[in-house]
Nanobody, 121 residues
């Protein structure tokens, strides 16, 4: 199973970025996918998650109204659209796959390598 996250970069505060996570070697359309992030010196934290059908989504309070998670099962891809970015959003962003949708990192069995998002003030 491989998860490949991409789309990170450097953006000014107030800007937008769109992350993608391509999942291979897995029964993608049966499982939930989540996004997590980890800033230097901090624990990995939940950002957003989506169930297999796309009709259930979870968001961290800190990103509600700014980030949107979606998926295209035909392309085995999950997206994270990030708008109104803030310097506090700076972190390495990881996507992960699980059999059930949730917010706990320990519930996700498969992880991608991460993509860096840096928001300048």
């Amino acid at each position: 199973v491989q998860l490949q996250a991409s789309g990170g970069g450097l953006v000014q505060a107030g800007g937008s970025l769109a992350l993608s996570c391509v999942v291979s070697g897995y029964t993608f359309d049966d499982d939930a996918v989540g996004w997590f992030r980890q800033a230097p010196g901090k624990d990995r934290e939940f950002v957003a998650a989506i169930n297999w059908s796309g009709d259930s989504t979870y968001y961290a309070d800190s990103v509600k109204g700014r980030f949107t998670i979606s998926r295209d099962n035909a392309k085995n891809t999950v997206f994270l659209q990030m708008n109104s970015l803030e310097p506090e959003d700076t972190a390495v962003y990881y996507c992960a796959a699980s059999t059930v949708i949730g917010k706990a990192p320990w519930s996700y069995a498969y992880w991608g390598q991460g993509t860096q998002v840096t928001v300048s003030s």
